[in-house]
């Protein structure tokens, strides 16, 4: 950014007057003085500490207590955020903070500071525990949280400050990974929505401005509708004395870009782009507007959702539905109260109000709005902490704790149980407790037993078979998505595990020796021990097949002078390859010596959901879970085997995998898509024209890309093009 536009777009900061205006504003018994307090003393300790903006670091604190205003929080919260960098960045102390403002303070403070800055793609050790120390933090206090979001919401505000683009890059995917969907865990969708905006627009600005060009084309050309079509529906409420605000929304980027990965549709296809939120005074308003609205419109088959009755997780309460409105045009309509629209936004933030003349939390008005506790879901991250395990896994756990897509299902005695959508049988074990997912050995869907591997879907009745102890097999973590499923079969599985990632260790080891024209045999590996603080060379390779230790890492510890293109060697992505070398990379229900094939009708990457076939004495084939070759073996479930890509798969390695595109046939469009392709990272290596008409043609792309994630990054991509009119990964 060239310095005149930093200049003029450095943000101005609330003066101290106008900070306490906000406050007293929504709290008129705030305790001014120990506003004033804190304001100075942040502004005095900070001192000339300056922020990559050029602005001073001060401001940082007093921004993120002016976005806590905006929330109505109370003011120790706020006082909290003037405060929030103090420990770390100066030399004031917690015992210090708690004589100068008091206990709670200090508690707040001290839940909120980083043990040190978060290194999300590098230290993986240091990131686990900061986030251990965070979630234990937060699921005490939810103001903890709600001022670690201000504060991530205002750093990604100014992150085009920061230089360094690999920087700004991890900051804005740690946003997206774990802040984002804290913020909407506690149903701060405003907070949600604006960092993942911010985040998307860092992360993949190409894409992100092909979803606005095509947001503004649609909006020139349906705006005129939409207010049509608001005002039909005003119109129809009114003339049955039903009083309602009416106004339509439209999708964001990232919600558009997030769809086009998850669903096989181009932007052209997706129906709801534009949606229209309804207004009214009462929950039983609501249902007669959702009545009125049925008789006057049909609705679309299986489009209705109930989140009044059933609440999501996050508190979120509103009737879904989607009619054939005028025109035949779909229409996807949100109903709900002016209270429940305000906690849609807001969260946990709506309940902040004056009681009994003090002003704070308001948990008795919360349930009685038909709330829940807004962290009972991060307190089950606490278990899995408790269970142990590496960084990689503390991560993922909380990851797919706190994503907001879910399914309910119900025990037979009709308890109500909420699961990441995707859920199988285990996971609604170890929902129940843990010892029933210890014993599980079947499970009884609707009345029907059911393969393990099923998925769940909403208001399924889940009954488990138990066994008379504890037996859990090492490929159950393929049947489980949860964290506090897979933690608790790691725990079981973690010394049952030792002799296997100790082979694959020694193999990725000497791999390393290879690549940098050594051998292993006659090497003393006791710096490494004393470098990775490991007592002995069994538990190093273990740590290396586990992915703790980096043999780059080793190496490093072992030959201090190894030149730039060694380095470059051992660290270069490896490509996976047929044999029993693929043990390296795939793991679970295979006996010793086993050899692997990756089936070339689907190309499995990893992260792909993958299962084995045996085809052979040793011999198993790998295809991804929804491969069409698996048909033909639905008869034979002794061949199948539960598989899983190893950490040193989804991290090392470079996978081939062909998509399949219809493009627009016109001058420079294969040009355009193969830019979008390479501007997403992928290398094309082959490509095939076929089909070849007057207005379009079908194309093969060959691609080399890193992993299924990055796969689908590269077909949303095209998906966001208008030149694209379908792709797909092929398969089959």
Not at 273 to 292: H, M, T
Request: charged letters at 30%; one cysteine or more; proline letters at 5%.
């Amino acid at each position: 950014m060239p310095p005149a536009a930093k200049a003029a777009a450095r943000p101005k900061f609330l003066r101290q007057y106008e900070l306490i205006e906000r406050v007293r504003a929504y709290d008129p018994s705030a305790d001014e003085e120990l506003l004033n307090r804190a304001y100075v003393y942040a502004v005095r300790m900070h001192g000339a500490q300056t922020r990559a903006s050029g602005d001073p670091y001060f401001a940082h604190p007093i921004e993120v207590a002016g976005i806590l205003t905006e929330y109505r929080l109370d003011t120790a919260s706020i006082v909290t955020a003037l405060l929030h960098d103090i420990i770390e960045d100066t030399s004031v102390t917690r015992e210090e903070i708690a004589d100068l403002f008091g206990e709670e303070v200090a508690e707040l403070v001290e839940g909120v500071t980083k043990l040190s800055k978060l290194e999300l793609a590098a230290e993986h050790t240091r990131q686990a525990e900061n986030l251990r120390k965070f979630i234990l933090a937060i699921s005490k206090d939810v103001r903890v949280l709600m001022v670690k979001l201000a504060d991530r919401l205002h750093n990604m505000r100014t992150l085009g400050f920061i230089s360094k683009p690999a920087k700004r890059e991890r900051i804005a995917r740690e946003t997206l990974d774990i802040y984002a969907p804290l913020a909407r865990n506690i149903g701060c969708h405003r907070i949600c929505t604006e960092l993942e905006e911010l985040a998307f627009e860092h992360l993949n600005p190409v894409a992100r401005h092909a979803l606005q060009r095509r947001l503004e084309a649609m909006r020139a050309d349906q705006g005129q509708a939409v207010e049509q079509v608001s005002g039909e529906i005003t119109r129809l409420l009114e003339a049955e004395n039903i009083p309602a605000r009416v106004f339509g929304r439209e999708k964001h980027p990232f919600s558009i870009w997030r769809k086009l990965q998850r669903k096989s549709i181009g932007f052209s296809q997706m129906s709801d782009i534009y949606a229209f939120r309804v207004i009214v005074d009462s929950e039983e308003d609501c249902y007669r507007a959702l009545g009125l609205i049925h008789r006057h419109w049909p609705c679309v088959p299986e489009r209705f959702k109930d989140f009044i009755s059933t609440p999501k997780r996050n508190n979120y309460r509103s009737l879904h539905t989607t009619v054939i409105g005028p025109k035949g045009m779909r229409i996807e309509m949100q109903i709900r109260t002016e209270l429940m629209d305000r906690i849609a936004e807001d969260g946990v933030a709506a309940h902040w109000r004056y009681k009994n003349q003090s002003y704070g939390f308001d948990r008795e008005a919360m349930e009685a709005d038909g709330g829940r506790d807004p962290l009972a879901n991060l307190r089950q991250l606490v278990q899995v902490l408790e269970h142990g395990g590496d960084a990689e896994d503390l991560v993922e756990h909380a990851k797919m704790e706190m994503f907001l897509d879910q399914v309910f299902v119900f025990t037979p005695k009709g308890k109500l149980i909420s699961l990441p959508r995707g859920a199988m049988p285990l996971d609604f074990a170890y929902a129940v407790h843990t010892n029933v997912g210890d014993t599980t050995v079947g499970a009884k869907i609707n009345g029907e037993l059911k393969p393990l591997r099923s998925q769940l879907q909403n208001g399924d009745v889940v009954e488990i078979i138990r066994g008379p102890k504890p037996a859990v097999p090492p490929d159950w973590r393929s049947l489980t998505i949860t964290g506090r499923a897979r933690s608790a079969i790691r725990r079981h599985i973690r010394q049952s595990e030792k002799e296997e990632f100790l082979r694959v260790g020694v193999s990725a080891m000497d791999q390393a020796f290879v690549r940098v024209g050594k051998t292993r045999s006659g090497v003393l590996l006791k710096p490494a021990l004393e470098r990775f603080a490991v007592p002995t060379e069994d538990e190093l390779f273990d740590a290396i097949g586990r992915g703790r230790i980096t043999p780059a890492d080793v190496l490093e510890v072992l030959f201090p002078g190894l030149g730039e293109s060694e380095k470059a060697a051992v660290t270069a992505r490896r490509r996976i390859e047929n044999g029993k070398e693929a043990r390296l990379y795939v793991t679970g229900d295979l006996a010793s010596g086993t050899s692997l094939h990756f089936g070339p009708c689907c190309n499995p990457l990893p992260g792909d959901r993958i299962v084995g076939i045996s085809v052979g004495p040793k011999t198993v084939d790998v295809h991804t879970i929804d491969c069409p070759t698996l048909e033909k073996y639905d008869d034979r479930q002794d061949l199948w085997r539960d598989l899983h890509w190893t950490l040193d798969a989804e991290r090392n390695t470079v996978s081939r995998t062909r998509l399949r595109a219809t493009i627009l046939n016109a001058p420079g469009v294969l040009g355009e898509v193969c830019t979008v392709i390479g501007d997403a990272g992928g290398n094309i290596v082959n490509l095939r024209m076929h089909h070849r008409q007057d207005d379009r043609f079908d194309v093969d792309f060959d691609l080399d890309v890193k992993d299924a994630k990055h796969a689908t990054n590269i077909v949303a991509a095209l998906r966001a093009n208008p030149s694209v009119e379908t792709v797909e990964r092929a398969k089959g």
